[in-house]
């Protein structure tokens, strides 16, 4: 081809992509933020109106002014409140006077025992300060109050939560072998060879004289310091390569590098880091597995149980269909505890030998699923092994068919009862506790949202979800006008809540009475937010001074309406007419992601 003909093209091509940024023409769009109210009796506020305006589910609780208002009372917080039928009349009698639509009555807290006499545990009749007369039945009172008045009730259940750290009581804590196992590590240095001797790294944090055949790792050097008698002290950089080393008799002060620390040993500690941890050389962090049940390490407030255990699973699904089958209740939610203890939960030999049998092969246990590693600072991390992403969806599966069995139990047990569920807002931390509660056709840009994760979504089997969009800022404007994360707000977290979900199930927005202790505007921006950006609110808690904020809901809920789960076959056809536009090829407009606040909601 001749040059001038190829230069030709070659300029006609640069001339054309020329005039095609030339002719590029941005048209003016109305800002997504409008001054708007959800509520109307309440002061409008500056809201992301076209993210909170995305699907049908909301466009139809809209369109029938419809909107859940559910109050939730927490089972020992509120012990002696729901002591008499006295008492629990005038919760009643408040909530329906202010303008709420639902109960939901938390019967099996995270403690495992019940608030009814039940066959399968022991009857909770004390906690802290609190008592409940022994032989009183809160549930069967709350039920028939609740229906004299009109009001719907919904039993609160924790699934998989059979213990309290606080008390150390629950029935979990006899069933060891049915308890969560943990994956653990301790950091260690290892020698150059195999058969090396390996020493266990701890923090320091005094500047003191290690223990003795020890090593300590520092992350900073205080000024003017000097090494303690008969150590010894290597400088290592963020990539554990080792810059500088140090006698105690050494005066010189020493430079730590970014991302590095210094080792101290004393004993056989200072002559391993003196005869192996040479200029120049890389000293091998590495980790030591141990596995832990959770009562013998328990960090968090519930003794969480391995949801993959088969005993676990047959007892979580006896105390729905005691409640169902004892109790006239409007249906079942499940509290945060539908999950595992975490991503190093659960570790035991069952799901080990399930999780083989899932991906046809034995493995190396734990690496191929992911290994504890530990930085320079001995900062905790992981390296995710071969099976790892199969490994998160086959967790979310275990809790995906366990939640389909339960729809089935009660839809046998009791024709027509409710089921919701409540989580976290914040979607992107969910992975790490085996709980998809959105819809499986739901996409966005979660690394952890694979093909196979995203089958396990269980929105389609719940009548509602709520997740707890628990923060003090209202909304995503109010978020950028404070110069804080927008998606530390309500409004953010309620978005992202409703397009998880997909229109596979209602979605309300939780508000936590306590972020708003002295601040009633502050909850009335929140109430507004989580209007604006779900199907409805859930209020928690009863027990949180929940009688100062009387007037800010006695104004925000001063229209009635209903809960949109409450009309009969109104979800059916919102997912009838959400299949029919996916089969039109009609495409999602792109979600919005605000990284939430760690823990929100939990």
């Not at 150059?192 to 005094?206: C, D, E, I, K, R």
């Not at 590098?257 to 192996?276: C, H, N, Q, R, T």
Request: aromatic fraction near 12%; hydrophobic fraction near 40%; glycine fraction near 8%.
């Amino acid at each position: 081809m001749p040059a001038v003909f190829v230069a030709a093209i070659l300029g006609g091509l640069v001339g054309a992509q020329t005039d095609a940024v030339r002719s590029v023409v941005v048209r003016p769009e109305t800002s997504r933020f409008e001054t708007v109210a959800p509520l109307p009796s309440l002061p409008s506020l500056l809201m992301d109106v076209k993210g909170n305006g995305i699907g049908l589910a909301q466009q139809t609780a809209r369109s029938k002014n419809l909107q859940a208002r559910i109050l939730w009372i927490d089972a020992t917080a509120n012990l002696e409140r729901m002591s008499s039928d006295d008492r629990i009349e005038r919760v009643v009698d408040k909530a329906k006077d202010l303008g709420f639509n639902a109960i939901i009555f938390d019967v099996k807290p995270i403690v495992g025992y019940t608030l009814y006499p039940s066959k399968l545990t022991d009857k909770l009749t004390e906690w802290r300060d609190q008592k409940l007369p022994i032989g009183y039945d809160p549930l069967a009172a709350m039920v028939r109050i609740c229906r004299a008045k009109g009001m719907p009730l919904y039993a609160g259940l924790n699934a998989f939560s059979e213990g309290h750290r606080l008390t150390r009581s629950g029935p979990g804590y006899a069933n060891p072998d049915q308890q969560t196992v943990q994956y653990e590590a301790k950091p260690i240095i290892r020698g150059p060879w195999p058969t090396s001797a390996n020493f266990p790294l701890t923090a320091g944090t005094n500047w003191d004289v290690p223990k003795n055949d020890a090593i300590e790792v520092f992350g900073s050097i205080p000024a003017g310091s000097r090494l303690p008698v008969d150590t010894f002290a290597v400088v290592i950089d963020a990539d554990y390569q080792v810059r500088d080393r140090v006698g105690f008799t050494d005066t010189r002060p020493l430079a730590l590098p970014s991302g590095g620390s210094i080792l101290i040993g004393k004993g056989a500690g200072a002559k391993f880091l003196k005869d192996w941890a040479r200029t120049g050389a890389t000293v091998k962090f590495d980790s030591e597995t141990a596995y832990v049940r959770i009562a013998n390490r328990q960090t968090q407030w519930p003794l969480m149980m391995n949801p993959h255990h088969p005993e676990v699973q047959k007892r979580a699904m006896a105390f729905v269909e005691e409640v169902l089958r004892n109790y006239n209740v409007d249906g079942i939610v499940y509290d945060d505890r539908l999950r595992f203890g975490g991503l190093n939960a659960d570790f035991s030999d069952l799901s080990k030998r399930a999780f083989e049998a899932h991906i046809g092969q034995k493995i190396q246990w734990p690496d191929d699923v992911y290994k504890i590693t530990y930085s320079a600072k001995l900062e905790e991390g992981l390296r995710p092994g071969r099976w790892f992403d199969a490994w998160l969806s086959w967790r979310a599966m275990t809790m995906r068919n366990w939640v389909a069995d339960v729809r089935t139990m009660i839809d046998r047990v009791k024709p027509g009862a409710q089921f919701g569920v409540y989580a976290g807002s914040w979607f992107g931390e969910y992975q790490k506790f085996g709980n998809h509660y959105g819809s499986p056709d739901f996409e966005a840009g979660f690394p952890f949202l694979t093909r196979e994760y995203r089958k396990t979504g269980y929105a389609p089997f719940l009548d509602f979800l709520i997740t707890g969009c628990y923060y003090r800022t209202a909304t995503i404007a109010e978020a950028m006008e404070k110069n804080v994360p927008p998606g530390y707000t309500v409004e953010a977290a309620g978005q992202l809540s409703n397009r998880v979900a997909r229109d596979d199930t209602w979605v309300y927005a939780g508000i936590k009475l306590d972020d708003f202790y002295g601040n009633p505007r502050g909850l009335v921006r929140a109430l507004q937010a989580a209007a604006g950006s779900t199907q409805g609110i859930m209020v928690f808690d009863l027990s949180h001074k929940f009688e100062t904020f009387y007037s800010v809901f006695d104004q925000a809920f001063r229209q009635s309406t209903k809960a949109p789960n409450t009309v009969p076959g109104l979800l059916q056809d919102v997912r009838r007419r959400r299949m029919f536009v996916d089969k039109m090829g009609v495409k999602d407009p792109p979600v919005s992601i605000y990284e939430g606040a760690a823990g929100t909601g939990f």
